[in-house]
Every structure is written in structure tokens, then in C-alpha cells.
């Protein structure tokens, strides 16, 4: 009686709420519940510089850092800073891989949908960061970022730092 539904595009919540508003016309009174019970599998490409470029079926969840797995990682060379996921209608999402990496932000390990291409280019803007800090380490960086956003990248300094004497070797 109710018909054919189509549900491309929502998320689990917003299907549900769609069909229980179009049941409850019909049949007032009913509650709708929905679940999946056999998801299918997304095809996302993921090419630059990964150490194995290419289309894969991934599991419906994928997100982009899990994405990079299915590459085989990353190569020495890749940039964290500025991934680009272009979905299959065009549209274009700059990420700051930072943000989840160093801060926690998981609204930037975007969800992926069928048909994605993650692309992560390649940089040569790093800087190894050493001394008296919580996290001595390779970062990358970029030009907008200050000297307080490097030191944070690096978990800031110990106690036994002498932030009155710093020392940048420039190459």
C-alpha cells in the first residue's frame, strides 16, 4: 500500500525518519524500526602518494584514514595537511588531517560514500622538531603555520626546557 521508498543518500536516522513519517499516513498508530542487515561494500579510489594507488571495495564504513590502509600507507613524502576528497557528483573537501591527528577532531575522518577518490598529495615541507618537547618528531607544515603551532604539534614543552634559549636549524 505504501509503495516503493527510496532512502539514497540518508543516514540510518534519517531513513528511519522518513519511513515513519510516510507509514504513520498510511497506517496510524504504527512505529517503524530500521536496521541493515547486509550492507554492500563502497568502491573508493585512493591515488598520490600512497605507497599502492588505486580503486578498492572497502567495507561500508570506511573512513579516510582507514581508507589509507587499503594503500599500503603512506610514502615519505605525503601530505597530511591538505587531502582532497572529491565525491562522485564533483564536489571537492579540502582536509587538515591535523585536526584528527594531533587534536582529536573526528569530523575531519570524513565518512566515505561510493565512488569517492581520496587523493593525497605530496609535500616536502617538513621539519623535525627535537629537544626538550613532549613529542619529538617529523611534522609537516605549512606556510601559514607560526612557531607556537609547531611547538603545539610537538605537544609543547617539558619542564626541562629553557624556553628563554631556542635554536632553529634552517637547511
Known amino acids: 500500500e505504501v509503495g516503493?521508498?527510496?532512502l539514497l543518500g540518508l543516514t540510518l536516522s534519517n531513513a528511519n525518519e522518513k519511513i515513519q513519517e510516510i507509514i504513520s499516513q498510511t497506517f496510524i498508530g504504527t512505529k517503524t524500526s530500521l536496521s541493515v542487515s547486509k550492507p554492500s561494500a563502497r568502491k573508493i579510489s585512493i591515488i598520490g602518494a600512497v605507497n599502492k594507488p588505486g580503486s578498492?571495495?572497502?567495507?561500508p564504513y570506511v573512513t579516510v584514514s582507514e581508507s589509507i590502509k587499503y594503500a599500503n600507507g603512506l610514502t615519505e613524502k605525503s601530505s597530511l595537511r591538505e587531502i582532497k576528497v572529491i565525491s562522485s557528483d564533483g564536489k571537492e573537501t579540502v582536509l587538515d588531517f591535523?585536526?584528527?591527528?594531533?587534536?582529536g577532531d573526528r569530523t575531519v575522518?570524513?565518512?566515505?560514500?561510493?565512488?569517492d577518490t581520496v587523493i593525497i598529495n605530496s609535500t616536502d615541507k617538513h621539519i623535525?622538531?627535537?629537544?626538550a618537547i613532549g613529542r619529538p618528531m617529523k611534522y609537516e607544515y605549512l606556510s601559514s603555520?607560526?612557531?607556537?603551532d609547531l611547538i603545539t604539534f610537538s605537544q609543547?614543552?617539558?619542564?626541562?626546557?629553557n624556553t628563554e634559549s631556542l635554536f632553529?636549524?634552517?637547511f
Not at 623535525?128 to 629537544?131: Q, T
Not at 603555520?145 to 607556537?148: A, G
Open 4 to 6: 516503493t521508498v527510496s
Open 98 to 103: 591535523y585536526d584528527f591527528l594531533i587534536f
Open 156 to 161: 609543547d614543552f617539558t619542564r626541562f626546557a
Open 56 to 59: 578498492y571495495l572497502m567495507n
Open 109 to 115: 575522518d570524513l565518512n566515505l560514500r561510493n565512488g
Open 168 to 170: 632553529v636549524n634552517s
Open 128 to 131: 623535525d622538531i627535537e629537544g
Open 145 to 148: 603555520d607560526t612557531f607556537e
